[in-house]
């Protein structure tokens, strides 16, 4: 079995989920400036809808899968992963069809919901649009996480991260160079899944066939008891086990993620929502570096934990977190010294968004710095745990939206994720470093914050000061200060032990 090392897994994953976050970014630069911010609500309006209905129908099966087949490898077995996604694929299929065609005989009535007064039959006809295309954004997400762990997250990051945001920034560039509406835009957005779910499959099948005449070479017996994991092959029993409550707490995440934008389009208008859009994307645009992270060390955490090696879990988690707060902090650092000039690459209509979007890049900051907690959480069989937090998150930034967004706007959308975005975590970070023994070591973490800081805070601010927030001050800062950090960087590097996590554990994984 081919083995990747983490070090290169970690740059691919960077590498993609860059690509995808730029891609991202054109694309709402695109929307924003072609159709403006009333426009931009709308479509971001739509996205969100569609993203929350994909990432709950895929029912928690993407965390499964990489957890059942991490510990098959890690125990030595073969011949169980083309059961595992069976276990995965065929209630998700189902479901997620049945979804598909209650979205669009009850398109009118959800939109009389979800809009803002005067924009429900546009909702109306977008929630049309989509329901063809539901059963396959919810599918193509669980067969892409089975090519992350059959063909190995260079094939998984192509997919997901290049070709698929490619296509889409090519589909609605496309039909704004026509002339096009947010719902023409919308509808460009869903045509790429199809294609890509087709070549999913095709990329799947060798490596399920391998496996499927591998199936006799394991004698364990197929059990239902859970206490007996570690050594048999999952049931369909224990796959469900682990991930229904999963499937519960993805969509509570999802949900965390679009439902501000969502309330405030309902509650406020679609230009309104359109700004905060385009202020939360820039920011999301920050989380490459823990998405990159995540796809490369998911697997080599979850075989520690299944072997209950807690420290070198520990030692993993510290030193992956160093270097997410060396990659991640300067962007945010940035938005936050120079973030008018950054919005006004949307539209100058946006530029209302910075004060909101300087606290979002401080919240984000402190996520960055709590680490991978989550996947520790899901990979070592908390998933149960990771519900309780996801509920409790869910309903404060319903509660405090509902509340504050009609009282502050765009600020009150923006102070409501910064609660959600502490509580979240130190719920967490509680229940990773007691409850499951993964010790976090924030003190550790204090000189790789400060080089950022120093460089990017106080270095955008002192260009601010010089030079205004006008786009050539911020190409300019960019440059400048990318290459002094670099510098600062390599004369640093024994010191800050960056050499070290090109040397460590090797990832389970098989890649073609």
């Known amino acids: 079995m081919a083995r990747e090392r983490l070090a290169r897994s970690g740059l691919i994953s960077l590498a993609g989920s860059a690509f995808a976050a730029l891609a991202a970014l054109v694309l709402t630069a695109i ?7 009333s426009g931009t609500g709308v479509f971001f309006q739509a996205v969100g809808i569609f993203t929350i209905l994909t990432q709950v129908l895929r029912l928690g099966t993407n965390s499964g899968i990489v957890r059942f087949i991490s510990e098959q490898r890690a125990f030595g077995r073969a011949g169980a992963e083309w059961r595992i996604l069976l276990y995965a694929l065929v209630p998700v299929a189902i479901v997620s069809g049945l979804v598909s065609l209650a979205v669009w005989i009850y398109a009118d009535a959800l939109a009389v919901w979800l809009a803002a007064p005067g924009e429900t039959d546009a909702l109306a006809d977008l929630l049309r649009t989509m329901a063809p295309f539901v059963a396959c954004g919810a599918l193509i997400g669980v067969l892409q996480i089975a090519s992350r762990m059959l063909r190995g997250v260079t094939t998984f990051t192509m997919l997901q991260s290049i070709l698929l945001p490619a296509s889409r920034l090519l589909t609605v560039w496309g039909v704004f160079l026509v002339g096009a509406t947010a719902w023409t835009a919308f509808q460009a957005w869903l045509w790429p899944l199809p294609f890509w779910l087709l070549i999913t499959i095709v990329i799947l099948a060798a490596p399920l066939a391998r496996d499927f005449r591998r ?3 394991s004698m364990a017996p197929v059990t239902d008891n859970a206490e007996g994991a570690a050594d048999n092959h999952p049931s369909f029993t224990r796959f469900w086990r682990f991930s229904a409550p999963r499937s519960v707490s993805s969509g509570l995440e999802t949900a965390l993620e679009w439902s501000d934008i969502l309330i405030v389009a309902a509650l406020a208008s679609p230009a309104v929502a359109g700004v905060y859009a385009v202020a939360t994307r820039a920011v999301r645009a920050g989380g490459v570096v823990d998405k990159a992270m995540r796809v490369a060390v998911s697997p080599t955490i979850s075989a520690h934990l299944a072997r209950g090696e807690t420290a070198a879990s520990s030692l993993l988690h510290t030193r992956v977190v160093r270097t ?19 919005l006004a690459i949307f539209g100058e209509e946006f530029v209302i968004g910075w004060g909101p979007m300087a606290l979002l890049a401080a919240a984000m900051m402190f996520q960055t710095a709590a680490g991978m907690l989550q996947s520790i959480l899901l990979q070592g069989g908390r998933s149960t745990w990771q519900l309780y937090n996801k509920s409790i998150a869910l309903t404060i930034s319903i509660g405090a939206n509902l509340v504050l967004v009609p009282l502050l706007g765009l600020w009150g959308a923006a102070i409501t994720w910064t609660i959600v975005v ?3 975590n130190l719920i967490a970070a509680v229940q990773v470093h007691r409850g499951m023994k993964v010790h976090l070591r924030p003190s550790a973490l204090l000189s790789h914050a400060l080089i950022p800081v120093i460089v990017f805070g106080a270095g955008g601010f002192a260009f601010s000061a010089w030079g205004g927030t006008s786009l050539v001050v911020l190409l300019l800062a960019v440059i400048v200060l990318c290459a002094l950090y670099a510098a600062v960087l390599w004369v640093l590097r024994r010191r800050l032990g960056i050499q070290n996590l090109w040397r460590m554990i090797p990832v389970i994984g098989r890649h073609a």
Do not use: K, Q
């Open 422 to 424: 502490l509580v979240d």
């Open 31 to 37: 929307v924003a400036g072609t159709v403006g911010a």
């Open 324 to 342: 997410m707060i060396l990659l991640n902090w300067p962007f945010y650092l940035l938005l936050i010294s120079m973030g008018p000039a950054v």
């Open 215 to 217: 199936r006799h070479e």
